[in-house]
């Protein structure tokens, strides 16, 4: 490839992770509170459909920007209040956090639009374009966030106590301060930060919502997180490679290589559009079972107070 190509490859990879960081910093902040949070792909499923929706009735992106932020933080209290208040299975409620809104994004949809699942187009003025360089305002806050949300956990106390619920939380209470609402308020940044990742899946990647839009990017975004080591930076890293492979399998398409003794006459053999399209999912399942044992994860994770 010539050096426009790179270039445009590195701006498409920026535009696919985009969501897949907001994602990570929301599970990063959920889980180094304690809490496990599965539910990523759902919550920004769901928020994916609340703005698709929202702006397809009031014709505003505001209306559709609030709807998907206000339904990822009602999702992360009703996560909370299932297994913070209740001490309920984090990852069983993760797991049905995601099946429910699978569900009830194409239940809706289809009551409301009739359109197989999915909702309306919408306009560009609906959405939020490329401003500076190619990319739209959605990129640049993705990645302004990681390090404000460096900062907020390694430089100030809130970070610090947040940080502490996750490793030691009776010592947390021991100082006088609640685990509760500490947890509490990490929920409540994850969901407006899994928000932001399903409404920018409508109002800034596509255009309008359909079924199972996110596909799997939540546990992408869980991947790599757990990659990063449960910090913002690593994260982000391994964002950009998510990102990469996905933007290169796109391009990939159709590709032909040249394997001698196979294939045509020729020696070429066309790549699998699937095998291609795989990529992204294959990195993941690998940096999972060659990396998950080797990270240390916050040592109160998952563990009711």
């Not at 929301?26 to 994916?48: N, P």
């Not at 994004?105 to 639009?113: I, M, P």
């Not at 800034?204 to 199972?212: E, V």
């Amino acid at each position: 490839m010539d050096d426009a190509q790179w270039l445009s490859l590195l701006a498409s990879t920026f535009r696919v992770s985009a969501p897949l960081v907001f994602c990570a910093l929301a599970g990063l902040l959920s889980e180094r509170a304690g809490v496990i949070d599965l539910g990523l792909e759902g919550k920004m499923l769901l928020s994916a459909f609340a703005a698709g929706a929202a702006g397809a009735f009031t014709g505003s992106l505001t209306a559709a920007l609030g709807a998907a932020l206000l339904v990822g933080f009602a999702l992360s209290m009703l996560h909370g209040f299932a297994c913070i208040t209740h001490r309920g299975d984090q990852v069983v409620l993760g797991i049905a956090l995601t099946m429910t809104a699978a569900g009830l994004s194409v239940v809706l949809a289809v009551a409301w639009f009739g359109q197989g699942g999915q909702t309306p187009p919408l306009p560009n003025t609906l959405r939020f374009l490329p401003v500076w360089f190619g990319q739209n305002s959605l990129v640049y806050l993705a990645l302004g966030l990681v390090p404000v949300i460096w900062f907020f956990l390694f430089r100030t106390t809130v970070g610090l106590r947040l940080r502490a619920t996750g490793e030691n939380p009776a010592m947390v209470e021991a100082a006088g301060l609640s685990v509760p609402l500490l947890r509490y308020g990490a929920l409540a940044i994850n969901g407006l930060l899994c928000g932001l990742a399903g409404s920018y899946l409508v109002l800034a990647q596509g255009a309008n919502f359909s079924p199972h839009m996110t596909a799997g990017r939540g546990y992408m975004a869980l991947a790599a997180m757990i990659f990063g080591k449960w910090h913002p930076v690593g994260a982000l890293g391994a964002c950009l490679l998510f990102g990469f492979l996905d933007a290169a399998a796109i391009r990939l398409q159709g590709v032909s290589i040249a394997l001698p003794g196979l294939g045509d006459p020729m020696g070429v053999v066309e790549i699998p559009v699937q095998a291609i399209q795989a990529l992204p999912y294959l990195m993941t399942v690998l940096l999972l079972a060659g990396f998950v044992g080797h990270a240390r994860a916050p040592a109160a994770l998952g563990i009711p107070k």
